[in-house]
């Protein structure tokens, strides 16, 4: 995309479109995965007006401070929901995440993901219409009161091993579980596949659970560093939150996948989804492998035949909590953005 035309190419198809886009971990349309690929999704609505912004980290002393720029940019009369693209490897997924839901309304969903790049870790782009840059994250809002949203996001991993504390950390930066190195405490556990991080990592990925809170959020480790025996991870770890070791299984991570597609078609009443988007983490697909295309029928199966769905594989996916309407980071999950208008 950054050595190619094809960005002025569908400016020209779609000219008064907004378009919006990103690198990706894989490339969804219906129930097919494809790499190197680029899927194009045109969306037309009848009442429904939407409104777009961007911003590069550079220009910004945190992710967090990205958020409420953004955010602020967005105006708020009518505002429905918003979706939101962001750089897989330099942004905080989290902080942008919380920079944003501090100035939206409470009733505004967000939901949308950080780009991809297979599972190289090395570089990622978002783009805007023809603005397209690393370190970049796009919000865009959908106004009014004829688009009906739904939302769900599940894992399928489960929790192995003994419960940690975190008690070095800096923001994404975790130093030390129960006061030891945690990149050691890690290699430990990961054995000969300690040799392949940090692509290995996304088959294990950390469950938190945060101080005061009953849900758990799943990190995904996007680098090591060695000298300092530290792991970056796509969203905060705060110190005094506890960490267990995940592991997944192919049948519960399609379970997972069936029961995202569920709860995003809950909040529609009844009627079934006219488009859906959805952004599952790269750590399923490298897990699942060749049966990848299985989660995308299990959710197709729920979604129906009439809906059209489109999305890629991430480093990170960004949803509400599935028992509040807290917006967060997740990692590992399959997130479904549900869409209907009103005739």
């Known amino acids: 995309m950054q050595n190619s035309n094809l960005l002025a190419e569908i400016a020209c198809r779609f000219p008064d479109a907004q378009h919006l886009g990103c690198s990706t971990s894989g490339e969804i349309f219906q129930t097919d995965v494809y790499d190197e690929s680029l899927v194009i999704t045109a969306i037309e609505f009848k ?33 429905r929901y918003v979706f939101a693209l962001c750089d897989g490897q330099l942004i905080n997924g989290s902080a ?66 003994p419960e940690r504390e975190i008690t070095r950390s800096e923001n994404n930066i975790l130093f030390e579980l129960d006061g030891q190195p945690a990149l050691d405490l890690y290699k430990r556990y990961l054995g000969k596949f300690s040799e392949q991080l940090p692509a290995s990592a996304l088959r294990f990925p950390l469950s938190l659970k945060m101080p005061g809170e009953l849900e758990t ?72 492998g060749q049966r990848a295309f299985e989660e995308l029928e299990a959710v197709s199966n729920v979604l129906g035949s009439s809906c059209i769905h489109s999305g890629f594989y991430s480093y990170g996916e960004i949803s509400p909590l599935m028992e509040s309407a807290q917006c967060r980071l997740h990692n590992q999950t399959m997130t479904i953005t549900t869409f209907k208008e009103d005739e």
């Open 96 to 161: 942008l995440v919380a920079g944003v839901s501090a100035i939206l309304p409470e009733h505004v969903g967000v939901s949308g993901g950080l780009a991809g790049d297979a599972d190289r870790f090395e570089k990622t782009v978002v783009w805007k219409n023809q603005q397209l840059d690393v370190g970049q994250a796009v919000l865009c809002g959908f106004y009014g009161k004829h688009l009906h949203i739904g939302h769900g996001s599940l894992g399928g991993w489960s929790a192995f091993g």
């Open 47 to 79: 009442h429904t007006p939407i409104n777009t912004v961007s911003a590069c980290i550079r220009d910004f002393s945190s992710a967090h401070e990205l958020g409420v720029s953004l955010a602020q940019q967005l105006p708020h009369q009518e505002l």
């Open 217 to 288: 959020v799943v990190r995904t480790i996007l680098s090591v560093n060695e000298q300092d025996h530290s792991m970056i991870f796509a969203g905060d770890v705060p110190m005094g939150a506890t960490a267990k070791l995940m592991k997944a299984s192919f049948d519960a991570i399609i379970d997972g996948a069936h029961g995202s597609a569920e709860f995003a078609t809950m909040d529609l009443q009844g009627s079934s989804p006219e488009f859906a988007i959805l952004i599952s983490c790269v750590g399923r697909r490298l897990v699942l």
